[in-house]
């Protein structure tokens, strides 16, 4: 058996006006306090642990920790968990806190991947986001990354801010490809409830783009990028043959993985479950108890079908339908034949894919799929 892990680091320079992750602004005392707790349930996991994958330090933002916190996080890794000798080994990095010394540490470590939120190369745009970097300071740190021996670097883009042109997204996505990044993921803004920015929507002060332009920014975004040889292969992800996040792809298939960390969920024999995303409690339960589940859940035969659909139809390779029992592919066969006349679905020997057209309405088309089975 194999799988992932995932570390989540929660703190960030600031907190982005958009963002609704389980990050908080960087306390030094509570960030030292935090990483002891993570070191900790780091061991406490990893009893009956598969084979590990993949490694994923995210966040947050986990380049904001000195670099012997990441070290001391990656040594106990390797020190309870058997990972494969290939494994990709990513952490998620904000411009404006890398460095030359950081990085160069970080391959030390044996980090092979870094995935890069860059987000937007247009310094009005990044400001409105209540990002703390400049596009500058993105070419600056791409241009470490490879210089520290990166060979697999990811970039993060937005696109669908409030006031956002066709042409400025055009312009973020060439900024990205002059880069030469192994990899770009592009997504939507989306509005959270509670977040300053849904604030400034409601009271009427933005309006998000119609979606015409959002439709024309998803489809020129894919034009672009496969134009500059980078193969989609996911709803809002782009890559170079053979540089697929391998992480992703396994959530995406549902394979197993173990989160660590506040908020951090983890899937195991066929058991959802997540920590507190509160980041002192989660040190308190971890100080004096073995885990800090807060929730957790079994995913039944149903459960796991809605599962394969909502988490398969976002690759563009689809879903195999042949590995499914006979009479639950012919279940989603039927639920899908409105879709595949309004042409949002399609099918390719016995895959069931979403089309392009598909893709820009997935949510819609997805629920549609799962309440065609119900
Ligand atoms: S850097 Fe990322 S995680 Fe941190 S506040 Fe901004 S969007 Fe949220």
Redesign the pocket.
């Known amino acids: 058996m194999t799988g992932s892990l995932y570390i989540h680091i929660p703190f960030?320079l600031s907190?982005?006006n958009y963002?609704d992750?389980n990050?908080i602004p960087f306390k030094q005392q509570l960030a030292d306090r935090y990483i002891h707790a993570l070191i900790t349930e780091i061991k406490n996991q990893s009893k009956d642990a598969p084979l590990i994958n993949t490694v994923y330090i995210g966040?947050?933002?986990p380049t904001i920790l000195d670099p012997s916190q990441i070290q001391k996080i990656i040594q106990k890794i390797r020190q309870n968990y058997n990972i494969s000798d290939d494994a990709e080994i990513s952490i998620e990095a904000?411009p404006g806190t890398l460095d030359r010394t950081k990085l160069e540490s970080f391959i030390i470590s044996g980090i092979n991947r870094i995935s890069i939120?860059a987000q937007s190369f247009i310094d009005d745009e990044l400001a409105f986001m209540g990002r703390r970097h400049t596009a500058l300071i993105i070419d600056i740190s791409v241009s470490y990354a490879r210089e520290a021996g990166f060979t697999n670097i990811s970039l993060d883009l937005i696109y669908g801010l409030p006031k956002q042109k066709v042409q400025q997204w055009k312009d973020n996505i060439a900024k990205a490809i002059l880069l030469k990044p192994d990899h770009i993921s592009t997504y939507e803004l989306t509005v959270e409830n509670g977040t300053p920015l849904a604030h400034d929507i409601i009271n009427g002060k933005y309006t998000m783009p119609d979606e015409d332009d959002i439709s024309e920014m998803y489809y020129c975004g894919i034009d672009a990028l496969s134009a500059a040889g980078y193969i989609q292969y996911e709803i809002s992800n782009f890559a170079k043959p053979g540089y697929e996040c391998r992480h992703n792809i396994n959530y995406w298939n549902r394979g197993e993985y173990i989160g660590v960390g506040s908020g951090a969920h983890s899937f195991c024999s066929g058991v959802r479950r997540s920590n507190t995303r509160d980041i002192k409690k989660y040190c308190e339960l971890i100080e004096t108890s073995s885990d800090a589940y807060e929730d957790q859940e079994i995913i039944d035969e149903k459960g796991a079908l809605k599962e394969i659909i909502f988490l398969g139809l976002r690759k563009c390779e689809g879903i195999d339908l042949s590995v499914l029992p006979n009479e639950v592919s012919e279940k989603i066969k039927k639920a899908a034949s409105d879709l595949v006349r309004s042409s949002l679905v399609c099918f390719e020997d016995e895959r069931m894919k979403l089309t392009q057209k598909g893709f820009i309405l997935s949510s819609e088309v997805i629920v549609r799929v799962l309440s065609g089975i119900e």
Do not use: D, R
Request: glycine share 28%.
């Open positions: 960030c907190k982005c963002c992750f990050s966040g947050g933002t904000n939120g």
